[in-house]
């Protein structure tokens, strides 16, 4: 029976928490304190081979219960699904949970909600790939362009990028893919790094770990913004004495700002020549990044890590608001939404250049790059993924950067699955490390109970 | 001592779902089987008055688990809280909740985490306008314009709305208010009828209601439309039939077209003079609904229902992308968000036609409509509350509607609090009529489990 029919039998999530504020990694203007979190989802199933679906949506701490129950709330969607159905067509499961009528008013298509059917679309596609034995950005080249269309849900951006578009961006894709895909498996992706710009950290610290991204072979690397005008420009004028002037350095603003606080800002910075500024303002506001890139050009407007889904990127790129999109594997819909993001940017001639770090996002993102780069837009010019060297240690196939770029993933798969005993040990509340540690994340801390 | 320094001392959370779907009221294009629910919350306190803060979230069944589980998650921010001063000031639970740097991840303002924050806010406006004894729209209009300037959060709107200009609208919008308060005492505020318009509903049905909505007294009515073309034809010429050339009809899309389709599909409708046509796309698609609205004058668009929060109507507003701006009470921040969305569109010129029906929703924004007439823009002119006669019953202060007018509220809150015996009955899973019928709410019936 089973070997005929398997089928999804469980869908086990895991609130995961690891205490990363007792350090200052990771911190930046908005988030003083973040404790990286994993809502984690691993689908199973009674097929002979094994093997399981893991994905998840990151957070940074109070809340990550939340997103557990949101994806607790999709398993009856999941559970008794035909896994060869849902393996040959994974964008099922997205129509299906997008769709749903009721859990729509929830969202619709952003935040807690939306980031659970990520987490559960991308368990299933880590599944589909490693069924397929093959890397999830191989599993996504090899597919055929009508394929991957039929994977894409244009409702809402048909008015910027019609099917017939995208089958037509896909196909020319194809052509050289498979030199591409060799000259990735021998020299990996451009990657950049961000971290010697912590906020946290003194220029000491900033100016050696910037000298050392440099020797390590990144030719961008990341600053944080937007706390304190004098100690943002003496960080960057050290960051820039440290690199010299032919390292791109981007600054980033984690939503910091008011659209004429991002402009001036951004211009009181220029003279540092940040490469980008990330995230100036709201993600929500497209009409304000569309104001703030005519008045800081030449420096590029970045933003995407919470953009909340395909429409909002569609605008951002019809009004060109933004110069680079930073695409995140696990805010939008899973997969299938990035499929749509990427198809956008490529139709509209924007660089992709992905938010990563947190936990697991460099795992999962980089089969997104390394898809485009072989099989959509065939290029790595200005495209480079985020790297944050943290936390990898907790997954079972970690990401490898080398000489400024990512080793390209052979395991099937979408490298998202945590090792057990990361799992036992952060499992939150009930963790070997949370049992024996009495301060739990107190949001009392942020001056509640006046 | 708790007579000297009250404090906040329960949030005690009630997942209440009535089973709507069991009749066809509620039924539009995107949502065919509604069971509409609240995520409802209770401040309690020990002061010695005994009063209560109640808010909820709306939603429409599926989920509302999840939204419940997200106010569970505020609890901490909120208990302990010194009554006088949340009553004094409640922007600052507004402040402390929107910018928690861990919770601000599951959104930004958006979705699931934002609604959360809304119903528990919008308890403690409850709790606040309890305490004055006064009714929530007269709380808000006695109140001084300094006080309700600190109370809007203008992050990310700056660029359109300066709180000196809100200071200014509001000092104008003093004058004349006790004689428009006393008018509103007598008169009521307007209202428009969405009971006839149900998809679910026969022609016989529909124009039996749209007659009626006519004899009621309604000068505005509204239909659902969006499934079929010729359906929507026929049953937009019998309304027209039945209510003659005098009687507004809205339409109302929910969101189920792209921008090509909505254009296309009002212009057939033009022929029938639909007065506003609402939601003709993503509520996310700020430049689609500029787009559409370019090309289908003279039809009106309206939209906000599903609109997350204050920056996307900043820039609706600033696109010139409707025409009618359409408020929810329970679906962004709380009265806080609301009132800088009342400004915004107070500033632009746009006329406020809230969003009502669900649960409660006619309840609360009533209040937030007749503050916007007593002590903001002062008219009414084109300006209507949306009213669905169903489930008002529950509700301890249930609205009244006559001669096509919401009755002025005199009893002191939000009108917020359903009665003990309905929470007793429809409490999820526990409450007497779920306990007693097996067929709860299943997912499975759109077609999951292939």
């Known amino acids: 029976m089973a070997a005929t029919a398997p089928r999804i039998t469980a869908v086990d999530t895991y609130d995961i928490r690891f205490p990363t504020s007792r350090e200052l990694d990771g911190s930046d203007a908005m988030n003083p304190d973040p404790d990286y979190s994993a809502a984690y989802v691993v689908l199973r199933t009674d097929a002979d081979d094994g093997q399981e679906g893991h994905g998840f949506t990151f957070t940074i701490g109070r809340g990550n219960d939340v997103q557990v129950a949101a994806i607790d709330a999709l398993r009856p969607y999941v559970l008794g699904r035909s896994v060869d159905a849902l393996c040959t067509d994974p964008g099922s499961l997205n129509r299906d949970l997008v769709g749903d009528s009721q859990l729509r008013w929830l969202g619709p298509e952003k935040g807690v909600m939306h980031m659970a059917i990520g987490a559960v679309v991308n368990a299933a596609w880590d599944l589909a790939a490693k069924r397929a034995r093959k890397p999830l950005w191989q599993f996504l080249a090899d597919a055929g ?113 008011n659209v004429d606080e991002a402009v001036a800002w951004t211009r009181a910075l220029a003279p ?29 407007v970045a933003t995407g ?87 990898h240690e907790h997954f079972l196939t970690p990401v490898a950067v080398r000489d400024g770029h990512y080793a390209t993933p052979a395991a099937p798969g979408f490298s998202a699955a945590i090792r057990p005993e990361s799992i036992a040990k952060y499992r939150y509340p009930d963790g070997s490390y949370w049992a024996s540690t009495p301060a739990a994340p107190d949001p009392q801390q942020n001056g509640a109970a006046a």
Chains 1, 2 share one sequence.
């Open 145 to 257: 362009p009508e394929w991957l269309v039929s994977q894409v849900d244009f409702r809402y951006i048909a008015d910027a990028l019609t099917p017939e578009r995208a089958l037509a961006l896909l196909r020319n894709g194809r052509e050289g893919a498979p030199q591409r895909a060799a000259d990735l498996r021998k020299r990996g992706y451009p990657a950049y790094t961000t971290s010697p710009g912590w906020l946290g950290y003194d220029d000491e610290k900033l100016t050696r770990l910037a000298r050392q991204a440099v020797a390590d072979g990144f030719t961008q690397i990341k600053l944080k913004v937007g706390a304190d005008l004098d100690d943002d420009l003496r960080r960057l004028r050290a960051a820039r004495a440290a690199v010299g002037p032919g390292i791109r350095i981007a600054v980033d603003a984690n939503q910091r700002w």
């Open 305 to 391: 890590e919470h953009v909340q889904n395909r429409i909002v990127f569609k605008q951002l790129l019809q009004a060109g608001a933004i110069d680079v999109l930073q695409i995140d594997a696990a805010r939008v819909g899973g997969v299938n939404e990035n499929l749509a993001i990427l198809l956008l940017a490529a139709h509209f001639g924007v660089p992709v250049c992905p938010h990563a770090g947190g936990v697991g996002l460099c795992e999962l993102v980089q089969h997104l790059s390394m898809f485009d780069y072989v099989a959509l837009t065939g290029t790595t010019e200005n495209r480079v993924i985020e790297y944050v060297d943290h936390l």
């Open 272 to 300: 540092f020549d940040p490469y980008w500024i990330e995230e100036p303002t709201s993600p929500d506001d497209v009409l304000g990044h569309a104001a703030i890139r005519a008045q800081v050009a030449p420096v590029r």
